[in-house]
Nanobody, 120 residues
Framework: VQLQASGGGSVQSGGSLRVFCVASGNPFAINDMAWHRQAPGRQRDVVASIDFFGRPKYADSVKGRFTISRDNTKNIVSLQMNDVRPEDTGTYFC???????????????WGQGTQVTVSS
């Protein structure tokens, strides 16, 4: 199983950007999916997560601005970022808890990261 992230880039403060992540390799099932962010010199923190049933959770810093969604038929998770701020700058990593078979426990998988830069 591999996670491939895309959609990052540069945007001005107040603008919008959407990042995507697709899980390939025929996962049997994907439980939670999430986006994490890592700014230079800082630890990686969760920005938003979503369970198999589509129930989202958000970090306080992005509530009301970011929306996480997923398509279980295509194994895609996306993050719509609106009203972005310079502090949203960082590398965004997608995460998925993947089961390879019906009896297998979920394992953690990470994408390679996509850079988001917000200028003031």
């Amino acid at each position: 199983v591999q996670l491939q992230a895309s959609g990052g880039g540069s945007v001005q403060s107040g603008g919008s950007l959407r990042v995507f992540c697709v899980a390939s390799g025929n996962p049997f099932a994907i439980n939670d999916m999430a986006w994490h962010r890592q700014a230079p010199g800082r630890q990686r923190d969760v920005v938003a997560s979503i369970d198999f049933f589509g129930r989202p959770k958000y970090a306080d810093s992005v509530k009301g601005r970011f929306t996480i969604s997923r398509d279980n038929t295509k194994n895609i998770v996306s993050l719509q970022m609106n009203d972005v701020r310079p502090e949203d700058t960082g590398t965004y990593f997608c995460y998925a808890a993947v089961r390879r078979s019906n009896l297998a426990a979920p394992r953690d998988y990470w994408g390679q990261g996509t850079q988001v830069t917000v200028s003031s």
